[in-house]
Each structure stands twice: as structure tokens, then as C-alpha cells.
């Protein structure tokens, strides 16, 4: 898979751009409706 295209967005911002809550993507996530891509934190 070609993931150059990919953008990195925030929970928020994701969830603002679908028109569904925060809580909801992290729903889709546990229920591996829609993969969260998580990145590493320092």
C-alpha cells in the first residue's frame, strides 16, 4: 500500500471532518470499523 498520501489528522479534527464525534471514532476504532493510525509521542 502506498501511504504517501496519507495525512496525519487529531482525533478532533478527524471527528470535525466527518461530522461525528471524537467518541465515535474511538468506537470505530475498538469495534475495527476504521483503523486509527496512532503515531508515537515523546
Do not use: C, H
Request: proline share 5%.
Amino acid at each position: 500500500m502506498n501511504m504517501s498520501n496519507i495525512t496525519n489528522y487529531k482525533p478532533k479534527d478527524f471527528a470535525e471532518l466527518l461530522g461525528v464525534s471524537v467518541k465515535t471514532l474511538q468506537r470505530w476504532d475498538r469495534d475495527r470499523i476504521l483503523k486509527a493510525n496512532r503515531t508515537p509521542t515523546d
